[in-house]
């Protein structure tokens, strides 16, 4: 089973160079289920109901997010309606929404799709780590792929969950720093792994918001108002394919799109 991963989709350049690319890479990759982050797709804060909609529209099976997720009010009671945008699973009980999909790819093979946030310097959630062990316990045995996105802000925690779930999900590929990190590979136990995926849109900027205003932040210590970035944008993904009986991850590649916008 062939899966791509989308790393976060920023504002409306993320979403075009998506739209432009998503059919083509489906079609020459053979993809069987695609996975996007879409935490940053509205205007690089948070997504929308009908954002939400146009991204599934453009091939996208299964949204992830993060901690933006709350940024628009709007996708509060469509967190419960549409069971294909999650938010991270580990936050309490009783918020809008759900951090696991289980759905079934062009292959007709079931998967599932966890999205997880991290703790250190972000809000202090429940804990990923015995979440996924609540998830990975009560998952029918029969569902073989699985996929986590693990949405967290340093790469020790990162590399920590990847370990820690090593042998018994298909992959954990992190998100939230949007810079691509270049260390893709399998695990020893045959999950795929790499600490972040990078993000999908302007790479002229300050991970994805417009220079300027950002290094005025930095200069002065004074709050601004930050806009996301136009120019050269890049949509960052990885594709894992899966052994589909065991679950165990066969190969994993990074794979890049670059368009000047």
């Known amino acids: 089973m062939n899966l791509l991963f989308i790393g976060?989709?920023?504002?409306?350049?993320?979403?075009r160079i998506v739209a432009e690319c998503l059919s083509e890479i489906v079609s020459q990759e053979k993809i069987d289920l695609v996975i996007a982050n879409g935490e940053n797709a509205?205007?690089?804060?948070?997504?929308t109901p009908?954002?939400?909609?146009?991204?599934?529209?453009?091939?996208?099976?299964?949204?992830t997010t993060g901690n933006h997720i709350w940024d628009k009010k709007d996708v509060y009671d469509y967190l419960d309606r549409q069971e294909r945008l999650l938010r991270p699973a580990n936050y309490p009980a009783g918020n809008a929404g759900h951090g696991v999909h289980i759905g079934r790819g062009r292959n007709g093979v079931e998967a599932a799709v966890i999205n997880l946030q991290g703790r250190t310097h972000m809000i202090p959630i429940d804990c990923p780590f015995r979440k996924a062990d609540e998830i990975l316990n009560a998952l029918d045995p029969a569902i073989k792929v699985r996929f986590v996105d693990f949405h967290a802000e340093i790469t020790s925690e990162k590399m920590a969950l990847g370990w820690y779930l090593d042998g018994r999900v298909s992959a954990v590929v992190g998100t939230h720093t949007h810079i691509p990190t270049a260390d893709t590979r399998i695990l020893p136990q045959g999950t795929?792994?790499?600490t972040d995926a990078g993000m999908t849109g302007s790479y002229d900027s300050i991970i994805g918001m417009e220079k300027s205003t950002v290094l005025r932040r930095f200069l002065t210590g004074l709050p601004v108002r930050m806009e996301a970035a136009r120019g050269k944008v890049e949509l960052h993904s990885v594709l894992v394919a899966v052994d589909e009986e065991t679950g165990k991850a066969i190969s994993m590649r990074r794979y890049e799109v670059e368009r000047d916008y």
Request: net charge negative.
């Open 8 to 15: 976060d989709i920023f504002a409306s350049p993320g979403r």
């Open 42 to 47: 509205a205007g690089g804060y948070g997504i």
């Open 50 to 63: 009908s954002i939400a909609e146009e991204l599934f529209t453009m091939g996208i099976d299964v949204l």
């Open 192 to 194: 795929a792994y790499q």
